[in-house]
């Protein structure tokens, strides 16, 4: 896990700019980690009947629309929900006063903030089809990917139970793994949370504010 700082860094930026989380995407490109997750899923027969059954749970998913752009935004507002009702008013206040949003209140803060992190997962995921070339090859890379979407799933739901079942409910878990770099500081923050209590996450936003306040 990183450091209370760095937590605290990724989340102002985010918070600042949204549209900064391009630069956390690559990830979500990263044609040797699509084929290092399909390696790894041919190799990992233990779970292999339970990840038949999440890609059946997947393909459903598709068909019934999972992939249009609301949905991101969705799974973002959810996880960002879970983040702020553990934040004290206080601090709310001291984070969010100098967004853009601030003046239309906190809940419109983090509407705009998901759009915007949604719309710019949206036009980076949308390039993985001009990144991968051939039939045969795009089919290999779309397979790590969905091994990796599941992977990344049951990580979350190892890590953060409730969000992972939060999101579980209309299949948003499934769209994580293309948010998890930028929703990542949010759920390591929570993480410090739940294993160093609330002081020390009070410590994080404290940064967090510190941080919004020096950029503006």
């Known amino acids: ?40 899923g041919f190799m990992d027969t233990d779970t292999r009947s339970c990840r038949e059954i999440e890609k059946t749970r997947m393909v459903r998913a598709i068909r019934y629309g999972i992939l249009e752009n609301h949905n991101f935004t969705k799974t973002i507002e959810i996880v960002l929900h879970a983040f702020n009702k553990d934040v004290p008013e206080s601090k709310q206040n001291a984070i969010y006063s100098k967004t853009i949003a601030s003046m239309a209140g906190r809940a419109v803060t983090n509407s705009v903030i998901s759009s915007r992190i949604a719309t710019s997962i949206a036009q980076s995921s949308s390039l993985f089809v001009k990144l991968r070339g051939g039939i045969i090859g795009n089919t290999l890379l779309i397979g790590g990917m969905i091994e990796r979407c599941l992977y990344t799933s049951e990580r979350l739901r190892q890590v953060n139970p409730e969000i992972y079942y939060a999101l579980r409910q209309r299949n948003f878990d499934l769209l994580y793994f293309f948010a998890e770099p930028a929703l990542n500081p949010f759920i390591e923050a929570l993480n410090v949370r739940r294993t160093q209590g609330q002081p020390a996450f009070e410590r994080i936003l404290d940064i967090v504010s510190s941080e919004i306040n020096a950029k503006k």
Do not use: H, N, W
């Not at 979500?28 to 790894?40: E, F, M, N, Q, T």
């Open 1 to 40: 896990m990183r450091s209370c700082t760095e937590i605290a860094r990724r989340i102002a930026q985010i918070i600042m700019s949204p549209e900064s989380v391009i630069g956390f995407l690559d990830g979500v490109l990263s044609v040797p980690k699509d084929i290092g997750y399909l390696a790894y």
